[in-house]
């Protein structure tokens, strides 16, 4: 009787350790894997990052014509149609697109008009955003929003090189 409650007993304690080490291995696992997916999360952003800001750095002049063109047409149709524009609601409307090649891969940097019926804030900005930049499972995008300011003098020619402002910058 005593040798088969030893037993017994031997069993259910190496069997409590089995668990117990199994249990640290999955958990050692799953946080192995939560960190991978945070280390490729931050790569991801970091890549996004860099593409945008690269872009904007060869391609700025393009950018700003490419909004200063849009920009004036949306204030001359403005103008025109202020009594219709008033009855409908404003949406963003995209403005164009850019390939860009960066480390072997081509990437689309899109440029659109954020138009809000009810945020007057955000209504006129200008967004030039980057989406699914992969790096492994994570995939990262990165916005620029642009604000644009009026003339007030139609003869300041130094003011054309100041008239946007980047508002918002962010990756996620």
Do not use: C, P
Not at 77 to 92: A, F, G, L, Q, Y
Not at 125 to 151: C, P, Q, R, T, W
Request: charged content about 35%.
């Amino acid at each position: 009787m005593k040798k088969a409650f030893i037993s017994v007993y031997t069993l259910l304690v190496l069997f409590i350790i089995s668990l117990t080490i199994t249990y640290i291995y999955n958990q050692q696992k799953n946080s192995a894997s939560y960190a991978k997916g945070l280390y490729e999360k931050k790569q991801a952003q970091y890549l996004a990052e860099s593409i945008m800001n690269t872009f904007m750095e060869e391609n700025s002049d393009q950018v700003a014509e490419i909004i200063l063109d849009d920009y004036d047409k949306k204030s001359e149709e403005d103008e025109n149609n202020e009594e219709d524009s008033k009855k409908t609601k404003k949406t963003t409307k995209s403005i164009g697109n850019k390939r860009y090649k960066y480390d072997n891969s081509t990437y689309t940097i899109n440029i659109s008009r954020v138009g809000h019926y009810y945020r007057k804030e955000i209504d006129g900005l200008y967004l030039i955003f980057l989406d699914n930049v992969s790096v492994g499972d994570s995939k990262a995008d990165s916005e620029i929003y642009i604000k644009v300011f009026d003339k007030k003098d139609e003869n300041d020619e130094e003011f054309d090189k100041n008239r946007l402002r980047i508002e918002i910058r962010h990756t996620y």
